[in-house]
């Protein structure tokens, strides 16, 4: 059976990108579409092929390569790191009293896109809580310490000692006159109920991510008064629930100059590119030797690709005529340069992990329900 | 994992106890639609997406006795994903079903096993 060679295998797997087209973007390991090549899966060539390559690690922000898997698998971690991971966010909130001239929805709605950290066990402890519908009103299981979470805000605005006084001489600035007229993310308070004490040891219970979110800006006299029920959620659901700011990849970019660039051109063609993309060589006397061009040309410098990972693939070189036939862009089509970044309920890592560990799920799911319904 | 081996324990993300989520539930979001031979049969599946479509015809289409593989959401608004297999003489598409859900649990276990790997590089390398 005909093998292909390397040099094939890395064109058929390059994607194109010209001025105004991409093309060559399909897979094409598939079997009987090369005739006389076997593309049938086989886990031992996916186990020796396949590599995962770290670039940088943050608790908030991973990044890192897949080389070796298709499309269709890496678009499926990402759509579930985006959509399916659950968290716990801000679902039901009980206003009291809202005299402050946010509307109670608005500010309700505020409150539920404020990512909450906890202890990672307690929250993995906790469950989903299946609202009741409309037909099931009063049934099925309550709001419990094993599914929700209660979160208070208690807050009103006042003068200052003598704020008021200062304000009739003229003060103006809010922080000389008033007590609580930023009402931020930090003044949210967790009421530990039942197991939850046990669950969230002292100073890592549920708590805002980042303390200084504002909510509302209040004047004296103005108050807030209201109860929060926090809920495990997915990010189908709705988007607070979603526990990545973004997870996304793009391919690996390449650059390939196919006649050397020298001279004044090699510099501007390094400014086509971001800082680091394309270094300066000088011209040696053995690469005028190996290129004709080259000769004479001794000591000049030549454009030589260092990084073409930290290219944005701008096309700019290619608006340049003096650069059109020397270079060619592209991709690769099965290097993904992934970033998640967490909005710091999960560690970015774990959460690649996971959406790992649920696609295994659902593959589970569907095969015990195809096994039961075969039975 | 605890139970008999072969044998899969989800668990119910919503239940207080820990209980496991009926197998049954899962044979109800199943179904074949009409038309199915033992060599052509559409599946629908409630509940899933582009997020398995993609892949499970991704891995389907690698098995050489697969003809024709193809997955389509008929409606954006309806949960249900449609997957239509094709095989050649004498394959049963169940089993080719089957196969590509296990190499697709084969192929998740391989990445977590690779990313877990360069993690624990990367940390060396970064503390040397």
């Known amino acids: 059976m005909p093998v292909p060679s390397a040099d094939e295998l890395a064109r058929r797997k390059k994607l194109e990108v010209g001025p105004e087209t991409v093309s060559n973007q399909a897979s094409t390991d598939f079997p009987g579409h090369w005739p006389g090549e076997n593309h049938e899966w086989n886990l031992d060539y996916f186990r020796e092929n396949f590599q995962v390559q770290f670039h940088s690690q943050e608790p908030l922000d991973l990044s890192f390569s897949l080389i070796g898997i298709d499309t269709s698998v890496a678009n499926a971690f990402r759509r579930i790191l985006l959509a399916e991971i659950p968290t716990l966010a801000i679902e039901d909130v009980f206003i009291y009293q809202n005299t402050s001239i946010i509307q109670d929805e608005v500010l309700a709605h505020r409150l539920g896109l404020i990512p909450l950290c906890g202890n990672r066990d307690g929250l993995q402890w906790m469950k989903w809580y299946q609202k009741p519908t409309e037909e099931s009103e009063g049934s099925g299981p309550q709001p419990s310490d094993y599914n929700a979470a209660v979160l208070n805000l208690d807050i009103a605005c006042t003068w200052q000692e003598g704020g008021l006084e200062r304000a009739v001489r003229g003060e103006t600035d809010p922080d000389k006159l008033y007590v609580n007229h930023n009402v931020y993310a930090r003044d949210i308070v967790w009421q530990p109920t039942g197991k939850q004490e046990d669950w969230f040891p002292e100073g890592d219970g549920i708590r805002p991510v980042h303390p200084d979110i504002l909510l509302v800006k209040m004047r004296p006299g103005q108050q807030i008064q209201l109860m929060m029920h926090a809920f495990k959620g997915i990010g189908q659901d709705h988007a607070k629930f979603s526990p990545v700011a973004t997870a996304s990849y793009r391919l690996l970019p390449t650059i390939d100059i196919i006649k050397p660039i020298v001279g004044a051109d090699a510099k501007k063609f390094a400014r086509c590119f971001p800082k680091g993309v394309i270094k300066l060589e000088e011209v040696t006397s053995a690469d005028a030797q190996k290129a004709p061009e080259l000769g004479g040309k001794e000591g000049e410098p030549k454009a030589v690709v260092d990084d073409p990972m930290k290219d944005t693939v701008s096309r700019e070189c290619l608006r340049h005529p003096e650069f059109k036939d020397k270079v060619k862009l592209g991709r690769v089509r099965d290097h993904f340069i992934f970033r998640i970044e967490s909005t710091g309920q999960w560690d970015s890592d774990e959460l690649f992990l996971e959406s790992v560990r649920l696609l295994k799920v659902k593959c589970q799911r569907i095969k015990r329900g195809l096994d039961e319904m075969m039975k | ?128």
Do not use: W
């Open chain 2, 1 to 128: 994992m605890p139970g008999q081996p072969g044998r899969v324990q989800i668990i119910d993300p919503t239940s207080a106890t820990g209980e496991e989520i009926d197998a049954a539930v899962d044979r109800d979001r199943i179904r074949v639609l009409a038309g199915a031979t033992e060599t052509a049969a559409s599946f629908q599946f409630d509940g899933e997406d582009h997020t398995l479509g993609n892949a499970l015809r991704y891995v389907i289409m690698k098995n050489p006795d697969v003809e024709f593989c193809g997955y389509s959401i008929p409606h954006p608004s309806e949960a249900k994903m449609n997957i239509r297999i094709q095989t050649y003489d004498g394959v049963s598409v169940y089993a080719v079903l089957e196969k590509g859900l296990q190499d697709l649990m084969d192929m998740c276990d391989i990445v977590e096993d690779k990313f877990r790997a360069a993690r624990e590089d990367f940390k060396d390398r970064m503390e040397t």
